[in-house]
């Protein structure tokens, strides 16, 4: 059971807008920046967005976070092949001591 | 260019111990603090906890405490994880992952390792 709720699974057709969205609490998304991250098959995850809505250097602007309350989405539009892949929200925590929390992923397929 | 390497993979015995290496290049590792993540097959991300790279103390998790351990040499640029008493549920890729504080505040993970799938056999 994860600390940050994502749905399992999202879908889109090439050129479409798709959201996924990251439900959390008071210690973690209500207080404290969100990051995402994008996992594609086989290889380690990459950040994709961070404190909330910035992307780094490298990451297509297609790609945009947004924050409120203790929910978070990320948003990717002009969907390409290439964006299938999971994609994982994560906050800092503030219980047990302070904890790097993470949602349960979001399989991204494109149709 | 900034990368972190990871150890290869392993196959152990139940009971057995590992220890995975993550060896920073491309910037002074003690500049900022790296943090174990564990993915099980099939499944999420799941943080196990940090170690400063500048005093070499470490943190773990809950459910990351007693058999887990991290460790640091600054003189090779490495990080450690090690597991002692393997269990087939230590079965996963292990991650080590650069904390850097980020552009509008908080941190982040900016920089992976390629990851280590450890595998614990009966």
């Known amino acids: 059971q994860s600390v940050l709720t994502q749905p399992p699974s999202a879908s889109g057709t090439p050129g479409q807008r798709v959201t996924i969205s990251c439900s959390g609490s008071?210690?973690?998304?209500?207080?404290?920046?969100v990051n995402w991250y994008q996992q594609l098959p086989g290889t380690a995850p990459k950040l994709l967005i961070c404190?909330?809505?910035q992307r780094p250097s490298g990451v297509p602007d297609r790609f945009s976070g947004s924050k409120s309350g203790t929910s978070a989405s990320l948003a990717i539009s002009g969907l390409q092949s290439e964006d299938e892949a999971d994609y994982y929200c994560a906050a800092w925590d503030a219980s047990l001591n302070g904890r790097w929390v993470f949602g349960g992923g979001t399989k991204l397929t494109v149709l | 260019q900034v990368q972190l390497v990871q150890s290869g993979s392993e196959l152990k015995n139940l009971g057995a111990s590992v220890k995975v290496s993550c060896k920073a290049s491309?910037?002074?590792?003690?500049?900022?603090?790296m943090n174990w993540v564990r993915q099980a097959p099939g499944q999420g991300l799941e943080w196990m906890g940090w170690?400063?790279?500048?005093?070499?103390?470490?943190m773990y998790a809950q459910g990351f405490t007693g058999r887990f351990v991290f460790s640091l040499d600054t003189s090779v640029s490495t990080t450690y994880l090690q597991i002692s008493s393997l269990k087939a549920e230590d079965t996963a890729v292990y991650y080590c992952?650069?904390?850097?504080?980020?552009?509008?505040?908080?941190?982040?993970?900016?920089?992976w390792g390629q990851g280590t799938m450890v595998t614990v056999s009966s």
């Open positions: 404190s909330n809505n």
């Open positions: 992952a650069r904390a850097v504080p980020a552009t509008g505040g908080g941190d982040a993970f900016d920089v």
């Open positions: 170690i400063s790279t500048t005093t070499g103390n470490p």
């Open positions: 491309g910037y002074s590792i003690s500049t900022y603090s």
């Open positions: 008071s210690s973690n998304i209500g207080t404290n920046t």
